[in-house]
């Protein structure tokens, strides 16, 4: 072999040692790279222009001052939770990010639910409620362990679960919004005020609709005056009470003032003393947050929360016309939208979307089932 076909192999050689170490190198960087940008998505280019939906692509991003709304998500009401979205969604351009409070059961199929339907373009996070938190707070009268819902008493941690926010808006699931939820969030709190709620006596729901409850709409109603403890409060009877199934919160005032733990206190001494009025309102819910807020809580705007939606006669009450100006319904009562006997079911309907996985059917007449 002669000295000048050894050369050509010997640089053969480095030739290929060069790339194995030009390759290796290449390997490494890669590696580093996707450590420092653990998101990236090996052999995708960015941005992702094919795995958005065509609504997403369609809509402007939306920018602006987060809104933080809260809302709870049973299972057996998913449906309900769903269509309050999509309503919230559908009816405003704000940057609005849902917190949405379920039991650990839910996850999966609200997970579904919200990535495989128009939903997959909202901003959410999932909450798991841990119902060990109410060890102690509730009573255990069997009677009263029925209408025990967990995930009602979500709202009495909106800064646990919200921690970020100064403000923020709580819905119960059974209700839509027509209006831009903005314009709810921007409502003025008094200084001083923790939060804002629709009293029971305003002019939009209670004028010849609630007063046919007796004192439902009163303190009375909710609470047992007879009681020491109650009585020692000073507060009257007869004060107009007000609905927490919509509520705007200054999360700030909330923390200052411990709101939690006041809610708290009262709901242990009720399952200590049983304070609270077992003749018309069957919420125990909403007791702690009428002592808590007595006399001390800002107004919401009728028009942001028209209810009774939920109770008989509802159809005759409210014309047609005024639920569709209406900028929030909510269907408190026995009879939900997704029922067979609720009034105004088809205004529900259109923001209902269904259930991917079969799993939730609204209940209709005429399906005869």
Not at 174 to 180: A, K, L, R, S
Not at 218 to 228: M, R, T, V
Not at 353 to 359: E, L, Q, R, S, V
Request: glycine share 6%.
């Amino acid at each position: 072999m002669t000295l000048r076909r050894v050369n050509v192999i010997i640089l053969v050689l480095l030739a290929v040692a060069f790339l194995i170490i030009v390759q290796r190198n290449l390997l490494n960087l890669n590696d580093f790279l996707q450590r420092e940008n653990p998101d990236a998505v090996p052999g995708v280019i960015l941005p992702f222009e094919s795995e958005l939906s065509p609504n997403l692509r369609l809509e402007s991003v939306r920018t602006g001052e987060e809104i933080p709304v809260l809302i709870t998500a049973a299972e057996e009401r998913l449906g309900a939770a769903v269509a309050a979205m999509n309503s919230i969604y559908k009816n405003s351009k704000a940057n609005v990010v849902f917190s949405i409070v379920t039991l650990n059961n839910t996850v999966d199929h609200l997970k579904v639910w919200l990535s495989k339907t128009a939903l997959n373009n909202i901003k959410y996070k999932i909450i798991v409620f841990n119902p060990e938190t109410l060890e102690g707070k509730i009573s255990k009268d069997p009677e009263r362990l029925e209408t025990v819902k967990p995930l009602t008493f979500a709202r009495f941690y909106l800064p646990v679960y919200i921690p970020e926010a100064e403000k923020a808006i709580y819905l119960d699931d059974d209700v839509i919004v027509q209006g831009d939820i903005k314009e709810l969030y921007d409502t003025s709190l008094k200084p001083g005020h923790a939060a804002a709620f629709s009293d029971d006596c305003d002019s939009a729901s209670a004028k010849g609709f609630v007063r046919g409850a007796g004192n439902q709409n009163n303190y009375i109603g909710f609470l047992d005056f007879k009681k020491e403890a109650i009585m020692k409060l000073g507060m009257r009877a007869n004060t107009c009470s007000f609905n927490p199934g919509v509520m705007l919160a200054n999360l700030t005032e909330w923390k200052n003032q411990n709101i939690t733990r006041q809610l708290e206190h009262w709901m242990e001494l009720n399952a200590q003393e049983d304070l609270y009025s077992k003749t018309l309102a069957d919420s125990i819910t909403t007791p702690p947050l009428l002592i808590v807020f007595y006399k001390h809580h800002s107004v919401i705007d009728p028009m942001w929360h028209v209810r009774h939606l939920g109770n008989t006669g509802a159809g005759n009450r409210y014309s047609s016309q005024f639920v569709k100006a209406a900028k929030l319904l909510h269907w408190n009562g026995h009879y939900k939208p997704w029922g067979r006997a609720s009034s105004f079911s088809e205004v529900w309907d259109k923001w209902y979307i269904p259930d991917p996985t079969g799993k939730f059917h609204p209940v209709r007449r005429h399906r005869g089932d």
